[in-house]
């Protein structure tokens, strides 16, 4: 894995970003593969989630509130990407930052990123499938996205209502299809 991930993250943004375009407001009644969300949901929790790891890597913390769900436009949706892009590019490698919403201590700049990187990748997926669509990303964002989702505990937590994963499913097929089940997602295939 990379030591500094933030080229990775700025490709899955790039991806994110292209998929999140096609979105149109029609569409944002459809269901997603988070349970209980439609996708105008879903992207509310992400530009929610852009703005909160910005203001914790600008700031070295950031309270729960900044985290919080803000609804879809496409100029809030650029507006968060270009945000966290900005907040990422100009951090300093060698930070660290409270993340609220994952640990109470501070946590190494590349371990923030490869968080956020996760998200972003799992979200990207999570939009595809409702819009009917296909995404598998680039073999060394999966490579990353594999390893990162292997260190998420595992436990009752996933079982909450809002828990970020659900528990693993097993898995068989490519590493891509294992990395989703390890986050709770089925296959990787686009819904029939």
Known sequence: MPDDLRPLHRAALDDADR??????????????????????????????????FAAAVRDG??????????PWTPAGWAESVRTLREAFAAADPGRAVV??????????????????????????????????????????????VAAVAAAVPDGEHRDRPGGAFARPVPAQGTDWDQALARLGRGSGRPPP
């Open 19 to 52: 998929l999140v375009g096609r979105v149109t407001p029609a569409d944002l009644a459809r269901p997603t593969p988070c349970a209980g969300w439609d996708l105008a949901d879903l992207l509310a929790h992400m530009i929610g989630q852009h703005h909160g």
């Open 61 to 70: 913390n950031a309270p729960a509130a900044a985290y919080a769900v803000r």
């Open 99 to 144: 993340l609220v919403e994952i640990a109470p201590a501070a946590l190494p700049l590349r371990r923030v990123v490869g968080a956020q990187l996760l998200d972003t990748v799992a979200h990207t997926w999570d939009v595809a499938r409702a819009l009917g669509r296909e995404h598998v990303p680039a073999a060394e964002l999966v490579a990353v």
